[in-house]
């Protein structure tokens, strides 16, 4: 299982009255939701400050790269970041964290979603990078390689509230979030 039905598991083992609706929302969506209490929590990556949306982490995730099983570099067990500068690439939300790497990217494409970018891929459209969560997504014609420098490659994963809101709820699945970082196995 991924990272959020496994943690959306662990709540439910402790609230099972608690009903959970799951809704796709961007980014954008479920700051909105939020701040008209449409949503209590959403789950997202790379989120800037908000004055009134507070960030819990979650976990920080390895990020891999997605390239086409023709691909030069698919005859590697693991990739170096910098040979991202080096080819076209599918852009998900990643511009910052190449920057922070030094690398400077030569963006194709540019994509909301991991599914798109590596359908891209495999189409050959270039090569794009994705959380590890993403790499159990299993499409033809492309493969995934950890980073060598796997370290500083990473992405978080986190929830997302109102600042304001002291429920009950959301104060129960904060400490299920807090259980799900302490366990051996995340």
Do not use: W
């Not at 969506?29 to 209490?37: G, H, K, T, V």
């Not at 980073?147 to 109102?162: G, N, Q, W």
Request: glycine share 4%; proline share 8%.
């Amino acid at each position: 299982l991924g990272t959020i039905p496994r943690l959306l598991q662990l709540f439910r083992d402790t609230n099972p009255d608690v009903v959970v609706s799951l809704h796709t929302l961007s980014k954008s969506e479920q700051i909105e939701a939020l701040r008209q209490r449409r949503i209590t929590i959403g789950f997202n990556r790379m989120l800037a400050p908000l004055p009134d949306i507070t960030t819990e982490l979650i976990m920080r995730e390895p990020l891999y790269l997605v390239i086409n099983e023709d691909h030069p570099l698919a005859r590697h067990e693991s990739v170096p970041f910098m040979e991202v500068s080096k080819y076209p690439l599918v852009l998900s939300r990643i511009v910052q964290l190449c920057q922070n790497m030094g690398v400077t990217p030569q963006i194709s494409q540019v994509v909301g979603d991991a599914v798109t970018g590596m359908a891209l891929v495999a189409g050959g459209f270039g090569i794009t990078i994705v959380p590890k969560s993403a790499t159990t997504i299993s499409l033809p014609g492309v493969v995934c390689r950890p980073f060598r420098d796997a370290i500083s490659a990473t992405v978080d994963l986190s929830c997302i509230y109102r600042t304001d809101d002291h429920s009950p709820i959301l104060q129960a699945f904060l400490a299920s979030v807090q259980k799900f970082r302490e366990a051996p196995s995340n």
